[in-house]
């Protein structure tokens, strides 16, 4: 079983820099592929950006291609979302979500079984 908590959200401002960090608990972590969605309000819930168990390779979607960016730190079973340039358009609230297919980078939710709780990223114009 992993456990995901989200952190690092927040109000910025258009052009601002923000971190969201993603805890997990359980010693298979490691093995797992993790992704970063979001979800607008009345818009369903998007592929963000994926990594896969090592940090080896990277999915991103194309909304966030050059300003976003995953990594993870399978020592301190945290992976985190780095942004940059942030748009009002990406205001959302933010989930981590972790894949038991450790190579697998799944821009779908099916995949992740196992999910954050969200955390709110607003960005004001």
């Known amino acids: 079983q992993v456990q995901l908590v989200e952190s690092g959200g927040g109000l910025v401002q258009a052009g601002d820099s923000l971190r969201l960090s993603c805890a997990a608990s359980?010693?298979?972590?490691?093995?797992?592929?993790m992704g970063w969605f979001r979800q607008a309000p009345g818009k369903e819930r998007e592929f963000v950006a994926a990594?896969?168990?090592?940090?080896?390779?990277?999915s991103y979607a194309n909304s966030v291609k050059g300003r976003l960016s995953i990594s993870r730190d399978n020592a301190k079973n945290t992976v985190y979302l780095e942004m940059n340039s942030l748009k009002p358009e990406d205001t959302a609230v933010y989930y981590c979500?972790?894949?038991?297919?450790?190579?697998?980078?799944?821009?779908?939710?099916?995949?992740?079984?196992?999910w954050g709780q969200g955390t709110q990223v607003t960005v004001a114009s």
């Open positions: 979500a972790a894949n038991p297919k450790g190579t697998v980078l799944a821009v779908t939710t099916s995949p992740y079984d196992h």
């Open positions: 359980g010693r298979t972590f490691s093995s797992y592929a």
């Open positions: 990594i896969n168990w090592s940090g080896g390779s990277r």
